[in-house]
């Protein structure tokens, strides 16, 4: 049986960002992803109930603003949630993630200025996920997790 692992709906082709679009990894990624995992996409901010199209969010300290200045915080907070009640249903233990998301990103957040500028930091959903144990990826990691020894 194949590793179950969560995988940011975006990168799969999925059209659930913000801007109602995706970011899709290559078909030759998802097919060797595919080999060796059991792929779950998700999309926190639809699991926390915003819809697609959105307006664009950024991560301010432990809050989330829309870019209409709205406080998003608790759908960022309740999508979080539902990916790690998935995560335990489907028992994965790691996450490929959209890197730079309020939701999702892993290593680099935007820095809720809305001038486009990167920090260090993790959105809501990689935060919570990664506090429960499970592993983080983006889609720079993908060919590393495909060659990882089992």
């Known amino acids: 049986m194949k ?19 995706s970011k899709p990894i290559s ?10 995992y059991s792929l779950i996409p998700v999309c926190p901010e639809i699991y926390g109930g915003l ?18 200045g709205r406080d998003v915080t608790a759908e960022y907070l309740r999508g979080a949630e539902e990916c790690l009640s998935l995560a335990r249903i ?24 809305f001038g486009r500028r990167l920090i260090s930091g993790k959105g809501v959903t990689a935060e919570l996920l990664l506090s429960e144990g499970l592993s983080l990826y983006d889609e720079d990691d993908i060919l590393n997790l495909i060659n990882l020894q089992e």
């Open 3 to 21: 590793k179950a692992i969560l995988i940011s709906a975006c990168l799969l082709g999925l059209r659930c960002r913000y801007d109602g679009k």
């Open 90 to 113: 489907c028992g994965a233990d790691a996450a490929i993630l959209k890197q730079k998301s309020p939701s999702c990103g892993t290593k680099l957040i935007y820095d809720g200025s």
């Open 51 to 68: 819809p697609t199209p959105r307006p664009s969010s950024e991560r301010i300290g432990s809050e989330v603003r829309s870019s209409e």
């Open 27 to 36: 078909p030759e990624l998802i097919s060797a992803l595919n080999e060796k």
